[in-house]
């Protein structure tokens, strides 16, 4: 699973993507990050449940191990792009690939920065780039309906006729200037139209990067912009790529006193890892024992079964049941035995549908 960083030139982006694979979570003990391509990084979920778990298990040799997935930073983007401006077909075809954006947005005032198109104007980068992503859909939709449209309209060929009656519904959502997320598509509409990788039809998480003395009481200072993206029913975050960059070059004890002397809680880069996350629909399932604890992403919805396939095509193969905890209530006694003692170990067939945060013991056979 892929998040695609866009954003218009310098608003951060690839100091965002620096950030993410190489201090992301730095506080918590031992994982690592890893950068697997020049623009392409590995990044671990920051989660308290698997660090208590850790501490539950610990026993001076137990591993840690954390769910990722890939962020993937695309060449920055300018006003053409859907016509083949600057890296603009680059661009298109990178973010056709990805599974959800994250758009990076311009919300700092740093003069040495070079800014391409003048004044501050957050709301009018965030257009800039969606209207370059809607017209390069509309271009493939276009050839899309062409392709479909006779043979839908013989009546002969009920596929043709369900893929059409898709393409139209995003059409005629591009062509009145909405994004093709706009168009009310069924989930079976959206595999009729996934071949197109539609880029306005992906989830999408604004990073507002801001001034350090902006943060604290974001809205405040920016009311219009986070007005303009809650009409838009999306997710944002607020981060400070400076204040990041600035840590990278702290050790882990000088990094909590900067943090303490900002005089605010800062959130940062974690949670925007936890929103990206989030915005792939994934939820996380939890192994632990001695020798090592580990998160694992999984769809939501997922059934046992499938997650069970996760760790191991041999456990899915041989499923017989899965012992299930849920984490809120093994916090409270950390311990296996206790919890057996309560009822609280449940044991679940291969079609239970998964929970975030649920603690699993696979039994199997093959």
């Known amino acids: ?38 623009n392409v990084g590995i990044v671990a979920v920051p989660d308290e449940r698997l660090d208590f778990l850790y501490k539950t298990y610990n026993d001076g040799k137990t591993t840690y191990v954390p769910a990722t997935f890939k962020f993937v930073d695309i060449a920055g983007l300018v006003k053409g792009a859907s016509k083949g401006e600057g890296l603009g077909n680059k661009f298109l075809a990178n973010i056709r690939e990805v599974d959800a954006i994250a758009h ?13 198109t003048g004044k501050l104007d957050p709301q009018g980068d965030i257009e800039t780039i969606e209207t370059e992503l809607m017209l390069a859909d509309l ?24 893929k059409y009656e898709a393409l139209k519904k995003v059409k005629d959502a591009l ?5 093709a997320s706009a168009a009310g598509l069924t989930a079976e509409e959206k595999l009729q139209v996934k071949e197109l990788g539609l880029m306005s039809l992906k989830p999408v998480l604004y990073v507002l990067n801001t001034d350090e003395d902006k943060i604290e009481g974001f809205e405040k200072h920016f009311p219009e912009l986070v007005e303009y993206i809650k009409k838009r029913k999306a997710e944002y975050v607020v981060i400070s790529a400076k204040i990041e960059g600035e840590m990278m070059e702290l050790g882990e004890e000088e990094r909590k006193e900067y943090l303490k002397e900002l005089g605010f809680e800062y959130k940062g880069f974690a949670e925007f890892i936890r929103h990206a996350y989030r915005l792939l629909d994934l939820i996380t399932f939890l192994t632990a024992g001695a020798q090592e604890v580990r998160a694992w992403p999984i769809r939501r919805d997922s059934k046992a079964e499938e997650a069970a396939g996760k760790i191991h095509s041999d456990i899915q193969r041989g499923f017989i049941k899965a012992d299930v905890m849920k984490f809120e209530e093994f916090k409270k006694t950390a ?18 549908i998964m ?7 696979f039994k199997f056979n093959v």
């Open 1 to 38: 699973m892929e998040v695609g960083i866009v954003g218009l030139p310098n608003v951060g982006k690839s100091t965002t993507f620096n950030v993410l694979t190489k201090t992301a979570g730095a506080a918590v003990a031992n994982y690592e990050f890893c950068t697997i391509e020049p």
């Open 104 to 116: 990076v947005v311009r919300v700092f005032t740093d003069p040495n920065v070079v800014r391409t």
């Open 139 to 162: 271009d493939s939709v276009t050839k899309g309906f062409q392709k479909v449209e006779r043979a839908a309209k013989s009546g002969n060929d009920k596929e043709s006729l369900k």
């Open 175 to 179: 062509e009145s200037g909405m994004p």
């Open 335 to 352: 311990d296996e035995v206790k919890m057996k003692e309560m009822g609280l170990v449940r044991s679940e067939g291969r079609d239970y």
């Open 355 to 361: 929970q975030d945060g649920d603690i699993v013991y």
